[in-house]
C-alpha cells in the first residue's frame, strides 16, 4: 500500500466522533513511530501546522519543539495568538524567532514577484535551520503536509518554494494530517479544542503579506496592508461574511495618487479590497459586497491607516487575475 494513497475506504471525516476516532488512532500512530525521540515542527500559526502541532502535544508532549518564525509578514495579531495558544494554554515547548528585520532587510529594494518568494522560502530556511543546530537529540521534523499538497502538481506561481533542510539536518518525517482534505483538518483541530480563529481561517499564502505588498517591500507599505487588513477581517466579521467568504484581504499597490485630508493636500497609496468565492483555488469569482459595508471599510481605511487616502474594489475573476496580486 502506497502510504501517499488515500484508500479508497478511508471515510471522510465531518463529525466530532469520527475526528476523535482519527486522533486516537494518529496518538497511537505517532508514539509508534517516534517512540521518546524528539520532534521538531515549524508552527505558523495556520491550519494545518497547528493541528500537526495539536496533535503531537497529545501524543508526545514536551518531546515537540516547535519553530515560530515572524518573518514581518504575518497578520496583525498572529504572533501574539500562536505564543497565547500554544505556549500558554497548551503548555507546548515553542521557541519565538523574531527574524522581522532578516527578512524584511533582504527584501529592501527587490520588487520581482517570484525573486521576493525565493528570499522569504530560503530565509525562512536559513533562520529554521539555525534553530534546529542549537538544539539536541532531535531526529523526527513534523509537517502540516495535507491531501491536496501531495495531489497537486506545479502551479502557475511557485506556491510551495520552501526547499528542504540542509543535508545535516535530515530528519525522518511525522505528517498525520497527509491523506486529509482541508474541510477534515478544521473537523480535526476544533476536535482538539482549538479555538474558531485559527481552525475557520481562511488561507493565507507562506509569503504571508508579502505578497499584498506589491513590488519592493517597505515597512510603511506593508504597515499599510496590515493595517487594513486587520479593518476588512473586523468588519466581515460584523457583516456575518467571514466564515462565507473564502477569502478576502487587503492589498497596497506600488503607487500614489492625490488626495485630501483634512483640508490638506496629500500623495498617498490606495488599498485594494480583494474579496473571492472558489471551491479549488484553480478559478475564483468575486462576491458582491454590500454597498453598506463598502462605504464603511472606504470610510475606516481612509482615516484609520497611515499613508492611505483612496480605497479601490478588486472586481476581477480567476481568470484573469490570480487571486494574490504576485
Ligand atoms: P493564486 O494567487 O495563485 O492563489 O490564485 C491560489 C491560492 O493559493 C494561495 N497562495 C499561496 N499559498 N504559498 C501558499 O501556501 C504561496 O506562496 C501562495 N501563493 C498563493 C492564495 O492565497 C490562494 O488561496
Redesign the pocket.
Known amino acids: 500500500m502506497n502510504p501517499n494513497v488515500r484508500p479508497e475506504t478511508m471515510e471522510r471525516i465531518t463529525t466530532k466522533a469520527q475526528a476523535d476516532a482519527f486522533i486516537a488512532e494518529q496518538i497511537k500512530a505517532l508514539r509508534e513511530q517516534v517512540g521518546d525521540k524528539k520532534v521538531l515542527l515549524a508552527l505558523s500559526g495556520g491550519v494545518d501546522s497547528s493541528v500537526v502541532a495539536a496533535l503531537l502535544i497529545r501524543a508526545i508532549g514536551k518531546n515537540l519543539t516547535c519553530v515560530h518564525v515572524n518573518h514581518g509578514l504575518l497578520r496583525k495579531g498572529e504572533p501574539e495568538q500562536v505564543i497565547k495558544v500554544f505556549r500558554e494554554e497548551l503548555g507546548a515547548n515553542l521557541i519565538y524567532v523574531d527574524a522581522v528585520d532578516r527578512f524584511l532587510d533582504r527584501l529592501a529594494g527587490v520588487a520581482d514577484p517570484e525573486q521576493k518568494?525565493k528570499i522569504i522560502g530560503d530565509e525562512f530556511i536559513k533562520v529554521f535551520a539555525e534553530e534546529a543546530r542549537k538544539l539536541d537529540g532531535i531526529e523526527f521534523l513534523g509537517q502540516g503536509t495535507i491531501y491536496p499538497d501531495i495531489l497537486e502538481s506545479k502551479?502557475?506561481?511557485?506556491?510551495?518554494?520552501v526547499g528542504g533542510l540542509p543535508e545535516d539536518l535530515k530528519f525522518e518525517l511525522v505528517e498525520p494530517v497527509k491523506l486529509l482534505y482541508k474541510d477534515e483538518v478544521r473537523v480535526v483541530g476544533s476536535a482538539l479544542g482549538l479555538p474558531d480563529s485559527m481552525v475557520q481561517r481562511q488561507?493565507?499564502?507562506?509569503?504571508g503579506l508579502g505578497?499584498r505588498c506589491v513590488g519592493a517591500i517597505t515597512r510603511d507599505r506593508l504597515e499599510a496592508v496590515r493595517e487594513s487588513d486587520a479593518i476588512l477581517r473586523e468588519e466581515f466579521a460584523k457583516a456575518g461574511l467571514a466564515g462565507k467568504v473564502w477569502?478576502y484581504f487587503t492589498i497596497v499597490p506600488d503607487f500614489r495618487s492625490t488626495g485630501i485630508t483634512d483640508g490638506k493636500r496629500t500623495y498617498d497609496w490606495p488599498v485594494v479590497i480583494r474579496a473571492i468565492n472558489t471551491r479549488d483555488?484553480i478559478a475564483?469569482t468575486v462576491e458582491e459586497l454590500p454597498w453598506e459595508l463598502m462605504k464603511k471599510l472606504t470610510q475606516r481605511i481612509t482615516t484609520e491607516v497611515k499613508g492611505v487616502n483612496r480605497v479601490l474594489m478588486d472586481l476581477t475573476p480567476?481568470p484573469s487575475g490570480?487571486?494574490?496580486w504576485e
Do not use: D, L, W, Y
Open positions: 518568494r502551479g502557475i506561481k511557485s506556491h510551495h518554494n488561507p493565507f499564502p507562506g509569503p505578497v477569502q483555488a475564483a480567476k490570480t487571486i494574490e
